[in-house]
């Protein structure tokens, strides 16, 4: 029943503080009805009761709702986009970028980030700010290691020099792991850090009601500093660029005016 979800959304709001009404409700609700289901719940009522009082259920939601599906240099003709066109634009006159990767889910994005910059900085001083939601995705990130899979688009060269084999997984090196730093940040109910120079933020925000969409774009760009950049998914390009202080500096790149 809707109004079994509608309650379920309620309390959760109420219990951490992500309101899921500010998501796609028919991909949102057919989402969590799978985990419910597959759990053995009746209804959204029980499920919640047992969120609360089971940890490892709690995070499996977590999860669930985060989407936490990511790979290292995603979508690889971007990041170039990205390293030859975007990158050295930022550059001028900047001997060091403030960089945020939003919803960061597992960090292949700000570890790609890091590796990009490091053609350019000392790693010593590189700083990639990377936030999730979820707490679970953000250990995993932290301890970085990765399934083959994850690694199927990195440069040669790179995956020789920050990624040490270990059995089925790859392990990233210190060096590159030193250069993020992670955080616990709802994009829907917490405070924006500022001045950075480069947000990226891809693939999170097609999840989004259109409402709470238009309020992260312009979140993000009072967070930029004039000239900085926003870097967003395949599916996110935003239409309507100038209403929020921005302009088109490449395709899924956004600089504010």
Known sequence: MRDDYITFISDIK???G???ALYKEKQMKRRLTTLRDKRGFANFNDYYKALIQDEQ???EFLDRMTINVSEFYRNFNRW????TKVLPTLMEGNDR???WSAACSTGEEPYTIAMILSDYFPLEEITVHATDIDELAI????EGVYPERSLKEVPRDKKEKYFHKKGNFYSLSDEIKRCVQFSKHNLLADRYRSSYDLIVCRNVLIYFT???KNQVYDWFSQSLVEGGVLFVGSTE???NPQSFNFEVAETFFYEKQ
């Open 210 to 212: 259109e409402d709470a």
């Open 18 to 20: 992500i309101d899921l």
């Open 139 to 142: 250990q995993r990130a932290m």
């Open 57 to 59: 259920l709690y995070f």
């Open 80 to 83: 170039e986009t990205f390293r």
């Open 237 to 239: 390009q935003i239409f």
């Open 97 to 99: 970028l403030k960089v």
């Open 14 to 16: 109420k219990r951490t």
